[in-house]
């Protein structure tokens, strides 16, 4: 067990830009979650898979954020056309449940993304 | 919809004080409270967790009650240390949706001094 892995650990693009985010989950476990958290604040929920399947979305996600987990392993988050505002840390988190009650949740060390 | 409040910091202490930061929250449900940690420079780690009304919570010298009364989730440690300097976060679990949703407070910013 190696932990949640996020790459890259630093990201500075350029307004307009594209970036894509990795992540790579506790292998086995079955759920995965996107959260952004600003200079400040507590982690934002941002989109949740099971397996490969997205079936939550929050309204932070814009049109402009897309992400995939497609062989139900490693996900990946993608920000088009990047502004000023998307400059945070994105946090990656898997967790193994079938209850989906009480399961911890188990985090990486996250991708700061600065736009300039 | 659900929310957590927990209290400002940055909160100063000298090595061996007692800490309390205070949580409280608003939820619909009956939902799982926790404390997560964050170290300088890593990710968040589960401290502890309480999932029904009056339970204690507890790791590493850390304890926390499940007040439903209160609606709240304070922490408290009774020595701290300077290891324990971090940020702290409260969250409660929103799992209307069948899977672990957390929901989580601003952070307080702990710092202890020798």
Redesign the interface.
């Known amino acids: 067990d190696t932990g949640v892995s996020q790459n890259p650990r630093h990201k500075i693009t350029k307004r307009g830009q594209n970036v894509t985010f990795r992540c790579d989950p506790i292998s086995e476990h079955n759920r995965l979650y996107w959260y952004r958290q600003t200079l400040g604040q507590g982690p934002e929920f941002l989109t949740y898979f099971q397996n490969e399947a997205q079936l939550e979305k929050s309204r932070l996600l814009s049109d402009r954020f897309s992400a995939e987990r497609p062989k139900g392993s490693f996900s990946t988050l993608e920000i088009q056309r990047t502004e000023q505002g998307d400059s945070a840390m994105y946090l990656c988190a898997s967790s193994l449940d079938s209850t989906g009650r009480n399961s911890p949740l188990h985090f990486g060390n996250g991708t700061r993304l600065t736009v300039t | 919809g659900d929310s957590?409040t927990q209290m400002e910091g940055p909160v100063t202490l000298s090595e061996e004080a007692f800490l309390t930061i205070n949580c409280t929250y608003t939820a619909t449900g009956y939902p799982?409270l926790f404390w997560?940690v964050q170290y300088p420079?890593?990710?968040?780690?589960?401290l502890l967790?309480a999932?029904k009304a009056d339970d204690k919570g507890s790791n590493k010298g850390f304890e926390a009650t499940y007040r439903k009364e209160t609606t709240s989730f304070h922490l408290e440690k009774g020595s701290v240390q300077v290891s324990d300097s971090a940020v702290y976060?409260c969250?409660l679990?929103d799992?209307s949706?069948?899977?672990?949703?957390?929901?989580?407070?601003?952070?307080t910013r702990l710092a202890v001094h020798p």
Do not use: M
Request: hydrophobic letters at 35%.
């Open positions: 957590v799982s997560y420079g890593e990710g968040l780690q589960l967790k999932t976060f969250a679990s799992e949706g069948g899977y672990n949703k957390l929901i989580f407070g601003a952070g």
